[in-house]
């Protein structure tokens, strides 16, 4: 029975990422059009072509993406989106799963892969780790991505989760980020994508359904830089405990 379950996820595997380049070539012609476009308007038809593809592609391959707590994002206000991370699986289902147009933080390596690199640097904001300059400016670029009305869509963690702890310390920058800007930060958790493509297994995966959970918003306006250590504690504990409290029931 386990040898005939790890084929069947071999297959599961292979054609999925068949389905998924295929329905790449489809898209990355209206992409590669949006991102000709300036900002917020480039972002808000992405984040139309991104919620058609995904809301395609995730149902297909048996991995509907279920939301809530959408009513956390009021009408005219936009938020740093703070967003557990357990798979790679996280990327196609956090942005387009956001309600309303957004950027994420995203490693300058990826933008480099052939047509996927076009749509991976189409909604993202890049940054060089290693290079001192790149994260700098990585900063200015998300402040005026927020100036422009845009979500930001960052992982705290930097990498994903693969300990068995619910989630790994948190990295300053998304709340740097919020600080300066003065902008509310709503924390996001996303169930099942490190069963569907866990990080022990090698080209295999399987199909779930996906749960993603957002947070009623925590103010940043008065804070300072003084404040960075407790606001993010308090949100790791707040993800943190409602992680534990759902992941049985939602698995």
């Not at 809530?68 to 956090?94: Q, R, T, W």
């Not at 994260?135 to 300990?163: I, V, W």
């Not at 008065?222 to 404040?227: A, F, R, S, V």
Request: net charge positive.
């Amino acid at each position: 029975m386990k040898f005939i379950k790890n084929i069947a996820g071999h297959v599961y595997f292979f054609l999925g990422m068949l389905l998924f380049v295929i329905s790449m070539l489809i898209v990355v012609i209206p992409i590669w059009i949006s991102s000709l476009l300036k900002e917020p308007l480039r972002s808000k038809l992405l984040h139309k072509v991104f919620r058609l593809w995904m809301g395609v592609f995730m149902p297909m391959v048996g991995c509907p993406v279920r939301r809530k707590g959408k009513e956390n994002f009021k009408a005219g206000k936009n938020y740093v989106v703070v967003i557990n991370h357990n798979s790679l699986v996280d990327i196609p289902v956090s942005s387009p799963w956001i309600p309303g147009p957004n950027k994420t933080l995203a490693k300058v390596e990826m933008a480099k892969i052939p047509i996927f690199g076009l749509i991976y640097k189409a909604g993202s904001v890049l940054v060089d780790r290693s290079s001192e300059s790149s994260r700098r400016e990585s900063f200015t670029r998300m402040q005026e991505m927020l100036d422009r009305g845009l979500h930001l869509c960052l992982y705290p963690e930097g990498t994903r989760n693969k300990t068995k702890e619910p989630l790994q310390r948190f990295y300053d920058g998304a709340f740097i980020t919020a600080i300066r800007a003065q902008k509310p930060i709503i924390p996001g958790l996303i169930f099942n994508t490190g069963t569907i493509l866990p990080h022990n297994k090698k080209l295999w995966a399987r199909p779930k359904t996906i749960h993603f959970h957002f947070l009623p918003a925590i103010e940043t306006k008065g804070l300072t830089l003084h404040d960075l250590g407790a606001l993010k504690q308090k949100v790791f504990n707040l993800m943190t405990d409602y992680y534990a409290a759902n992941k049985a029931q939602l698995s």
